[in-house]
């Protein structure tokens, strides 16, 4: 079975943790998207903690990253300016070649520093740092639960499909999909009865007891901060 990603939480390696990590990360985001030196030491250093917490960082980014050069790509060839290349009617302007470096640089940093949050924080340990409390906590807290358990049980009914041959030819593919929707549908029913039980027999009140996270080279995590905003200055 494939790794969950709150496994990959829970076992990567941090140099910086507690509140001050999620803090880190809440501020360096401006100061990404404002200033381009930012965008480079960010993107060098939250890559380089995001590959050192866990080798899931190459696969996470995948996907947001395929759409980014997709969009990129657009824009170098939409932009109107002096010519520099041309490829048959698409043409490469000077101010959509700009456009386009400062996107993807932008975008590659904010991505880098984002994925560190996601591989080393957990959603309690999120809201621990932010002092989320009452409803809206418990809401995403059982829709985090929720998601979890769901995406669980889908490995599981699509391995079994897989082991069956369920995926061999678009027909039985599309066939072995509605059926596995369908099953999961009704599967979605059970756990939340049976999660409703679980939280009854163990007295749940409405909230949501979370742990308290001691902060962990608070020192480190300051001193790239201020790496960061000193890339303003320069």
Same mark, same amino acid.
């Given at each position: 079975? &494939?790794?969950?990603? $709150?496994?990959?939480?829970?076992?990567?390696?941090?140099?910086?943790?507690?509140?001050?990590?999620?803090?880190?990360?809440?501020?360096?985001?401006?100061?990404?998207?404002?200033?381009?030196?930012?965008?480079?030491?960010?993107?060098?250093?939250?890559?380089?903690?995001?590959?050192?917490?866990?080798?899931?960082?190459?696969?996470?980014?995948?996907?947001?990253?395929?759409?980014?050069?997709? #969009?990129?790509?657009?824009?170098?060839? +939409?932009?109107?300016?002096? %010519?520099?290349?041309?490829?048959?009617?698409?043409?490469?302007?000077?101010?959509?070649?700009?456009?386009?470096?400062?996107?993807?640089?932008?975008?590659?940093?904010?991505?880098?520093?984002? &994925?560190?949050?996601?591989?080393? +924080?957990?959603?309690? $340990?999120?809201? &621990?740092?932010?002092?989320?409390?009452?409803?809206?906590?418990?809401?995403?807290?059982? #829709?985090?639960?929720?998601?979890?358990?769901?995406?669980? %049980?889908?490995?599981?009914?699509?391995?079994?499909?897989?082991?069956?041959? #369920?995926?061999?030819?678009?027909?039985?593919? +599309?066939?072995?999909?509605?059926?596995?929707?369908?099953?999961?549908?009704?599967?979605?029913? %059970?756990?939340?009865?049976?999660?409703?039980?679980?939280?009854?027999?163990?007295?749940?009140? #409405?909230?949501?007891?979370?742990?308290?996270? %001691?902060?962990?080279?608070?020192?480190?995590?300051?001193?790239?901060?201020?790496?960061?905003?000193?890339?303003?200055?320069?």
């Amino acid at each position: 079975m &494939s790794e969950s990603l $709150e496994s990959v939480q829970v076992r990567s390696r941090k140099l910086i943790d507690g509140p001050i990590k999620v803090w880190l990360v809440i501020v360096a985001l401006p100061l990404i998207l404002i200033d381009l030196h930012v965008q480079l030491i960010a993107l060098i250093l939250f890559s380089a903690l995001s590959l050192h917490a866990s080798k899931y960082f190459l696969k996470l980014i995948t996907v947001p990253l395929s759409f980014i050069i997709l #969009g990129v790509v657009v824009i170098m060839f +939409t932009i109107d300016g002096k %010519e520099i290349a041309s490829f048959y009617f698409l043409k490469i302007t000077d101010k959509s070649l700009e456009t386009a470096i400062n996107t993807l640089l932008r975008s590659f940093s904010a991505i880098s520093a984002l &994925s560190y949050l996601v591989l080393t +924080t957990t959603l309690p $340990e999120f809201l &621990s740092a932010i002092r989320i409390k009452g409803f809206l906590k418990e809401i995403m807290l059982l #829709g985090y639960r929720a998601i979890q358990v769901l995406i669980e %049980e889908f490995e599981t009914l699509r391995i079994s499909a897989d082991a069956r041959l #369920g995926f061999s030819g678009i027909k039985k593919a +599309t066939k072995t999909t509605s059926m596995l929707s369908y099953i999961l549908f009704l599967r979605a029913f %059970e756990k939340v009865e049976k999660f409703e039980r679980a939280k009854e027999a163990r007295c749940y009140s #409405g909230n949501f007891p979370i742990l308290k996270f %001691e902060n962990k080279n608070s020192v480190f995590a300051i001193s790239l901060l201020a790496l960061l905003a000193l890339g303003l200055l320069v």
